[in-house]
């Protein structure tokens, strides 16, 4: 069953549910109300009667036709009256051939109440009250015959109703139903339609302000996305299979030639350091493509030590100095710290290392005196890092792809990389919340600037 006949089933039961609660609630009333009316007819037709009759024995009786008159308007149908004294003696009955029996129980019930009503099994209905004026007792029973006459026409005119609008109502909801869903039908076709091969499809989307068109416009957002994400590792596919092809075939050449020429040992030791310099590159470019493909694990983590970032600056320069002895690291302030918590931020060591220890790399590649300035500054909630290297500057077009992976700007053309440092400081500044801005100043400066959050004080009591 889909959803469009579950959706117009269950508004048709709660539309059955309200139709026959309304019907049952007008007939019970209808049948309370006539019988309130029939007690009140067959109470004042005994009261008439009785008046009737003791008019009839007294010496004036010129009123009778005027009571007579009176009984015979009244429509209600009487079928007996008994009048008894106060002790429960018959006085008169109507008509004279009617045998009758009342318990004690009734009796008292009446003249503990003055009026009381009842109704029989077979639904007659019974009044008893005390007269004032005399204190005898009157009895009458009628039966509302066009009173049940009208209830059972009632009866099936409300059927007939919630019948009749349990039809209309089935019909109307499929019909709108559909007309509500034709929008989301339209969507499923087109939807069912994407594939892989045409992510740069889109959903058709209109003016108007409803949920099917903000499910339309996130449904193009995710594609969006996707068609985003599978460009890149399509790209990334293709770099990295082209980028260790090149060290593999180097590789390969250079063993095949070693294997049919007889050399000597310091050709062989030649044939082989250049081995190992390819190979250290290879092991380089596969351990930067891991980092890379470990982007999203690494992203999800949230529950990193407090770390002083100027600690973590002199740590890596000292493992830079070690690294690449001909470079010249040099680290100052830009703004003095006000206290201990300036330079407080949470992250992961390994990770803000890598970071520093890549644009390092970078700046003793692309500089050209082989010198880098590091200046920390406190601004605010934020932790500006800038790195300063001296070299060619970016043109204006290869800025915006200086952050991707494999791409490698003009100045880069002459030195050996893979250009993925950047990227991986881009995804590691991006793990923590942070940016990385490149800066052309003044002088042939190249600066990379690095903001982090900073921890408050009150996060780094509590922690």
């Not at 149908?77 to 008994?82: A, F, G, I, L, S």
């Not at 380089?284 to 999203?296: A, G, K, M, P």
């Not at 880098?372 to 800038?386: F, P, Q, R, Y």
């Not at 992976?405 to 030195?415: E, H, I, S, Y």
């Given at each position: 069953?889909n959803?469009k006949?579950?959706?117009?089933?269950?508004?048709?039961?709660?539309?059955?549910?309200?139709?026959?609660?309304?019907?049952?609630?007008?007939?019970?009333?209808?049948?309370?109300?006539?019988a309130?009316?029939?007690?009140?007819?067959?109470?004042n037709?005994?009261i008439?009667?009785?008046?009737?009759?003791?008019?009839?024995?007294?010496?004036?009786?010129?009123?009778?036709?005027?009571?007579?008159?009176?009984?015979?308007?009244?429509?209600a149908?009487?079928?007996?009256?008994?009048v008894?004294?106060?002790?429960?003696?018959?006085?008169?009955k109507?008509p004279?051939?009617?045998h009758?029996?009342?318990?004690?129980?009734?009796?008292?019930?009446?003249?503990s109440g003055k009026?009381y009503?009842?109704?029989?099994?077979?639904?007659?209905?019974?009044?008893?009250?005390?007269?004032?004026?005399?204190?005898?007792?009157?009895?009458?029973?009628g039966?509302?015959?066009s009173?049940?006459q009208?209830?059972d026409?009632?009866?099936?005119?409300?059927?007939?109703?919630?019948?009749?609008?349990l039809?209309?109502?089935?019909?109307?909801?499929?019909?709108?139903?559909?007309?509500?869903?034709?929008?989301?039908?339209?969507m499923s076709?087109?939807?069912?339609?994407t594939?892989?091969?045409?992510?740069?499809?889109?959903?058709?989307?209109?003016?108007?302000?409803?949920?099917?068109n903000?499910?339309?416009?996130?449904?193009?957002?995710?594609?969006?996305?996707?068609?985003?994400a599978?460009?890149?590792?399509?790209?990334?596919?293709?770099?990295?299979?082209?980028?260790?092809?090149?060290?593999?075939?180097?590789?390969?050449?250079?063993t095949e030639?070693?294997?049919?020429?007889?050399?000597?040992?310091?050709?062989?030791?030649?044939?082989?350091?250049s081995?190992?310099?390819?190979?250290?590159?290879?092991i380089?470019?596969?351990?930067?493509?891991?980092?890379?493909?470990?982007?999203?694990q690494?992203?999800k983590?949230?529950?990193?030590?407090?770390l002083?970032?100027?600690?973590v600056?002199?740590e890596?320069?000292?493992?830079?100095?070690?690294?690449?002895?001909?470079?010249?690291?040099?680290?100052?302030?830009?703004?003095?710290p006000?206290?201990?918590?300036?330079?407080?931020?949470?992250?992961?060591?390994?990770?803000?290392k890598?970071v520093?220890?890549?644009l390092?790399?970078?700046?003793?590649?692309?500089?050209?005196?082989?010198k880098?300035?590091?200046?920390?500054?406190?601004?605010?909630?934020?932790?500006?890092?800038?790195f300063?290297?001296?070299?060619?500057?970016?043109?204006?077009?290869?800025?915006e792809?200086?952050?991707?992976?494999?791409?490698?700007?003009?100045?880069?053309?002459?030195?050996?990389?893979?250009?993925?440092g950047?990227?991986?400081?881009?995804?590691?500044?991006?793990i923590?919340?942070?940016?990385?801005?490149?800066?052309?100043?003044?002088?042939?400066?190249?600066?990379?600037?690095?903001?982090?959050?900073?921890?408050?004080?009150?996060?780094?009591?509590?922690?």
């Open positions: 069953m959803l006949l579950r959706l117009a089933l269950l508004f048709t039961f709660f539309v059955a549910c309200l139709l026959v609660l309304s019907s049952l609630a007008t007939y019970f009333l209808y049948y309370n109300y006539r309130t009316i029939f007690f009140e007819e067959i109470k037709e005994a008439a009667y009785h008046n009737l009759s003791l008019l009839l024995k007294s010496p004036a009786g010129n009123g009778s036709d005027k009571f007579i008159n009176s009984l015979h308007s009244n429509t149908y009487v079928e007996q009256v008994v008894l004294d106060y002790s429960g003696r018959l006085i008169e109507a004279d051939t009617l009758f029996s009342i318990s004690q129980n009734i009796i008292d019930k009446i003249k009026e009503y009842w109704v029989s099994d077979n639904n007659y209905q019974h009044v008893g009250l005390v007269l004032d004026n005399t204190k005898q007792l009157l009895l009458a029973v039966y509302d015959k009173g049940f009208k209830l026409n009632l009866k099936w005119i409300l059927f007939s109703v919630t019948l009749g609008g039809l209309v109502t089935g019909f109307f909801s499929l019909f709108f139903i559909r007309q509500v869903f034709m929008p989301l039908t339209k076709m087109q939807i069912s339609k594939t892989f091969q045409n992510l740069a499809h889109r959903i058709d989307v209109t003016d108007a302000k409803d949920e099917v903000d499910i339309a416009r996130n449904f193009n957002s995710v594609l969006e996305r996707l068609n985003v599978f460009e890149f590792q399509k790209s990334f596919v293709y770099h990295a299979s082209h980028e260790l092809r090149t060290p593999l075939a180097t590789m390969l050449s250079q030639s070693a294997l049919e020429r007889n050399l000597s040992e310091a050709e062989y030791k030649k044939v082989l350091a081995l190992k310099e390819d190979q250290q590159e290879m380089e470019l596969t351990n930067s493509l891991l980092l890379i493909s470990q982007f999203d690494m992203e983590a949230h529950d990193w030590p407090l002083r970032i100027d600690e600056l002199y890596t320069m000292s493992i830079a100095k070690r690294m690449l002895p001909e470079l010249m690291v040099n680290m100052c302030f830009g703004t003095l006000e206290s201990d918590d300036d330079f407080i931020i949470r992250g992961n060591e390994a990770l803000l890598s520093f220890i890549n390092l790399k970078n700046a003793n590649l692309y500089s050209i005196d082989h880098a300035e590091i200046t920390l500054e406190s601004d605010g909630a934020t932790i500006l890092v800038h300063d290297n001296k070299g060619t500057q970016l043109h204006a077009d290869e800025k792809n200086i952050l991707t992976p494999f791409f490698r700007g003009g100045n880069a053309l002459k030195t050996k990389g893979y250009g993925l950047l990227s991986i400081v881009y995804r590691f500044i991006t923590h919340k942070g940016t990385i801005t490149y800066t052309p100043v003044s002088n042939d400066i190249n600066r990379f600037t690095i903001t982090l959050n900073k921890v408050t004080p009150a996060a780094a009591i509590i922690t």
